[in-house]
Every structure is written in structure tokens, then in C-alpha cells.
């Protein structure tokens, strides 16, 4: 099937779905960045019930409908789905917020851990902060919802392992301990390692 068959499929799973949820709306094919990811748009009466606690029920959604498109199409194209500009309102705060945290680590010479996310959100964060030579970034925990650390290149322990260590003068590394983050696995000066 060529794309615009896969996205109407995913026209008519995605308007049942919401007739099933109750929701009156249209739906509209919306150009994508990437050729090879279909977007559809969700036009409705302009209310969050679609979009959910950080997008929540928005990406329950979107996973929804691919796996739908799945069943019936083998190698369907992922579809996006938006409403109400919500994705784009969301990647510009976790932008923001990316670099605000990411000047904070660098000014307070710690790492800065943010909150669990969804790997679309932490996707956006690591992108925002690669070119920065100044930090790395990874994502820890477990699971689906993993936190963020944005870490100073200069440091490698965590602010509870620094106990009453002066931040402000003489701090020498230790040279037996692991590299920096940064400087490990064989990235070449200036790269990040997203992990």
C-alpha cells in the first residue's frame, strides 16, 4: 500500500476510535518533516480530554492506531497524531526547559536530574543538549518512563556522593576513577553520548 492508502486506514481506525471515546472531531492529513511518517490532526472542540496528563492519552492514542495499521498492512509507515498543536507546544517547553537545566548543571557545577518521561520527551531533551560541549546527558532508571541527568563534562560523581567536598576550589580528579562522560567509548572531542 502507497502512503496515502496507509493514512486513509488510519483515517478510519483513528475516527473510530474517537466515536468510541465519544468525541466529536475531524481528522486531516498534516505535512511531516520526515517523508517517511504519516501526521494526522486531530480538529476537535479544542478540549485536553485528548490530549491527556503530558500527552498521556494523546500517545495511547497514536499507539493505538499504529498498531491497527499494523495488523492490516504489513510494513505500515508510523503515524503521528496531533491535536491542537499539542506536540509542537511540548517539544518548544522540553527545549526550554533542556537548556535552563543544562545552563543551571554547568553554573552549579552538579548533575541535574530531571523527571520521568516518555521516549519521545527524553528524545527531545537529548537532541537540545547534544551540541552543549560543556554537558552530557542519559537517561536512567527503568522502564518506560526513564529520567533524564544532565552531567557538567567535568564531573563524574553525583551531588549525594560529594558530601561536604568544597565545590568552589582546589577539586582535583582523581586519576585512577573512569574517564569523564564524554571522553568515554571512544567519542572524538566535542561529541555527546546519549545513552
Known amino acids: ?8 486506514e488510519a483515517t478510519i481506525f483513528l ?10 472531531a475531524t481528522i486531516e492529513q498534516a505535512e511531516s518533516d520526515d517523508p517517511e511518517t504519516l ?10 480530554i485528548l490530549i491527556g496528563r503530558h500527552g498521556q492519552t494523546l500517545d495511547a492514542i497514536e499507539y493505538m492506531v499504529n498498531r491497527l495499521l499494523a495488523r492490516k498492512i ?3 509507515a508510523p503515524i503521528s497524531i496531533d491535536t491542537e498543536s499539542y506536540r509542537a507546544r511540548r517539544r518548544r517547553l522540553l527545549q526550554r526547559m533542556a537548556l535552563s537545566k543544562g545552563e543551571q548543571a554547568k553554573r552549579e557545577h552538579v548533575a541535574v536530574i530531571l523527571e520521568p518521561m516518555p521516549p519521545r520527551d527524553r528524545r527531545i531533551v537529548h537532541l537540545a543538549l547534544k551540541d552543549d560541549p560543556m554537558i552530557a546527558t ?10 533524564i541527568e544532565i552531567v557538567p563534562v567535568d564531573e563524574r560523581r ?6 561536604g567536598e568544597n565545590r568552589g576550589r582546589g577539586r582535583e ?6 574517564p569523564p562522560i564524554g571522553e568515554q567509548g571512544g567519542f572524538k572531542h566535542g561529541q555527546k553520548r546519549i545513552v
Do not use: C, H, V, Y
Open 15 to 24: 475516527e473510530r476510535l474517537l466515536e468510541l471515546m465519544g468525541e466529536k
Open 173 to 178: 580528579r582523581d586519576q585512577d576513577k573512569a
Open 74 to 76: 504489513k510494513d505500515a
Open 138 to 147: 542519559r537517561s536512567t532508571g527503568d522502564g518506560f518512563m526513564r529520567a
Open 1 to 8: 500500500m502507497d502512503l496515502q492508502d496507509q493514512a486513509r
Open 39 to 48: 501526521e494526522l490532526n486531530i480538529r476537535g472542540d479544542g478540549s485536553g
Open 158 to 163: 553525583n551531588p549525594s556522593e560529594r558530601g
